[in-house]
């Protein structure tokens, strides 16, 4: 039981953790699912160029590191 009351107090402190985070972080990761699925929709046509590609990637690791 004890164990379990633990457990419970370290699930508890890890939610509001990661809800606390999401607060912050909601706006940037819905630009990334945004950029993310632009990426894919290109992919999908082939129409980009590689350099085009890596200076996206660039601005990609940018918004990460961000994060």
Request: charged share 25%; proline share 0%; no cysteine.
């Amino acid at each position: 039981m004890v164990m379990k009351i633990k457990e419970m107090t370290m699930v508890v402190k890890m939610i509001e953790m990661i809800v606390g985070m999401k607060m912050i972080r909601m706006k940037m990761i819905r630009t990334i699912i945004q950029m993310t699925i632009i990426l894919k929709m290109i992919e999908m046509r082939m129409m980009m160029n590689k350099i085009e590609m890596t200076k996206v990637m660039k601005m990609i690791e940018m918004i990460i590191k961000i994060i």
